[in-house]
């Protein structure tokens, strides 16, 4: 377009400045009329001719402005688009490298965690640590602080008072913890899975319960515990880890293996609990009466207690018919309940309290 332009006004121009270049050689010529007249014809030329030319012209750069615009625009919205699309593929690809980031983390995380419990499984290896690989749970971070907090533990069931102690824990919106024997869950799945959705703490409290049976090797202790826990996690889903030991952990009959078990149990991040609180209902001539005096007083002289009590085993009847007074009691005094988690710090039995019988 500028070609075409300024070549009508180059074939225009040459020509005016020859005529003129030509009536120049002939003496007189000069500021004669002829002069004048030329002079006339060639400022109208030039009047005429460059405005057109300079239109011609400015109407070429506006094509070309018009078009350079047009191009611009597009290579505007192309290079726009270019952006966006590298914006996009930047933030897809930063969400993808967080999430690669998370499961490394993860990856990274189970790997020492598997790496922790080799190490202590290797430390165990010349022992017993290959035996029942399914018996390892993670173990407690830290305790809590459990002051003034009464812990209801009930053990022997799930048994024929289940029902009744969920009944009266729900009514007084109380968390409990409830110690199972395996060989009872057969025929009250249903009442154990009760217990588990009520939001209760469920520990092991053995299959059998037969002391001479568990207590007389760590391998049959262990078997006998991988039957009760691989039962209860069948029925409520759960893997319980923390335990309680028939009898407690210091009995006449674990004399031999008692230590054994028990730094095997807690190397494996098993918890188990004594109770410093014991209720006395598995006695003959307890009563509703003597299960709550027994309950207070020891509560009273206690930082925090774990309290024994029994829901399965036997007829419960007076545990179920002190069971509330015994709550409104601590209530009142201002205690608070809760469930035993890995979490308690564990109220164990001194070799001094076994001597002391
Ligand atoms: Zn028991």
Redesign the pocket.
């Known amino acids: 377009m500028t070609d075409h332009a300024s070549t009508g006004l180059r074939v225009r121009v040459p020509q005016v400045k020859g005529q003129i270049k030509l009536r120049k050689t002939k003496t007189a010529y000069l500021g004669s009329v002829r002069f004048f007249k030329h002079l006339i014809v060639t400022v109208l030329v030039i009047l005429i001719t460059v405005p057109w030319g300079v239109v011609a012209y400015m109407a070429g750069r506006g094509q070309v402005s018009r078009d350079a615009m047009l191009l611009l625009e597009n290579r505007l919205a192309a290079v726009n688009d270019e952006k966006q699309s590298l914006f996009d593929e930047y933030e897809e690809r930063l969400e993808q490298a967080a999430l690669e980031q998370e499961e490394l983390r993860l990856l990274l995380h189970q790997m020492e965690t598997q790496l922790t419990r080799a190490e202590t499984i290797y430390e165990f290896q010349s022992a017993y640590g290959h035996l029942h690989p399914e018996l390892w749970v993670e173990g407690p971070k830290e305790y809590i602080d459990s002051s003034r907090t009464v812990y209801l533990t009930f ?2 069931g799930p048994g024929g008072s289940t029902k009744s102690i969920l009944e009266i824990l729900q009514r007084y919106d109380i968390p409990a913890t409830f ?1 199972i ?1 395996g060989y009872t869950i057969p025929g009250r799945e249903a009442t154990l899975r009760q217990v588990a959705e009520a939001g209760h703490t469920i520990g092991v ?1 053995t299959y059998s ?1 037969v002391y001479r049976d568990i207590y007389s090797s760590l391998e049959a202790f262990l078997d006998d515990f991988s039957k009760a826990s691989t039962l209860i996690e069948e029925v409520t889903g759960m893997k319980p880890d923390i335990f ?1 030991f ?2 407690g952990s210091m009995n006449i009959y674990n004399e031999t293996w008692g230590n054994t078990i028990i730094s095997e149990m807690l190397s494996r991040g098993y918890r188990y609990y004594d109770w410093n609180v014991g209720s006395g209902d598995t006695s003959v001539s307890a009563s509703a009466e003597t299960i709550y005096d027994a309950v207070i007083r020891q509560v009273n002289s206690n930082p925090y207690g774990v309290v024994l009590m ?1 829901d399965g ?1 036997g007829n419960r009847s007076q545990t179920v018919e002190a069971l509330p007074r015994i709550i409104e009691r601590l209530l009142r005094e201002g205690y608070r309940f809760d469930k035993l988690t890995n979490q308690v710090r564990p109220t164990v039995f001194a070799p001094t309290s076994f001597s002391r019988g």
Do not use: E, K
């Open positions: 053990d022997d110690f024997v409290h319960h309680r028939p009898g029994h085993g």
